[in-house]
C-alpha cells in the first residue's frame, strides 16, 4: 500500500507563505494523478488544487487561484503545494491525495496543519 507524508504545515501571520510537502512511499507516482484537498473545523473536505498523471493539466479551487501553485516532482516522488498571500480562511488540515484520475483518489495523507493568523 502506499504511503503519503504530508509536511511544511505551520503557523503563519496572514500574507504569509507556506510550501507543504508531500512525499510517497511504497508506490512510485509517475501513474498516479496527485491532488491537495483540506477539512477546516466543522467543515467538509474540499479540494485544493490537482495534477493530471501526465503533468500536463493543473486545477486549482478558484479561491486559491494566483495564491497556490501545486508541483510534482517524479524523481523524489513527491508532490508540493506553494501557498502565498495566506489568509485566514485558508485554516485547515492539508491532506495530500493520489489515485488513478483526477476525480478518483485512492490514497491519502495524515494531513498537515495549516493556520493563518490575522
Known amino acids: 500500500q502506499v504511503q503519503l507524508l504530508e509536511s511544511g504545515g505551520g503557523l503563519v501571520q496572514a500574507g504569509g507563505s507556506l510550501r507543504l510537502s508531500c512525499a510517497a512511499s511504497?508506490?512510485?507516482?509517475?501513474?498516479?494523478?496527485m491532488g491537495w484537498f483540506r477539512q477546516a473545523p466543522g467543515k467538509e473536505r474540499e479540494f485544493v488544487a490537482a495534477?493530471?498523471?501526465?503533468?500536463?493539466?493543473?486545477y486549482y479551487k478558484d479561491s486559491v487561484k494566483g495564491r497556490f501553485t501545486l508541483s510534482r516532482d517524479n524523481a523524489k516522488n513527491t508532490v508540493y503545494l506553494q501557498m502565498n498571500g495566506l489568509k485566514p480562511e485558508d485554516t485547515a488540515v492539508y491532506y495530500c491525495?493520489?489515485?488513478?484520475?483526477?476525480?478518483?483518489?485512492?490514497?491519502w495523507g495524515q494531513g498537515t496543519q495549516v493556520t493563518v493568523s490575522s
Open positions: 491525495a493520489i489515485g488513478g484520475g483526477i476525480t478518483t483518489m485512492d490514497y
Open positions: 495534477v493530471t498523471s501526465d503533468g500536463t493539466n493543473i
Open positions: 511504497g508506490r512510485t507516482v509517475d501513474k498516479y494523478a
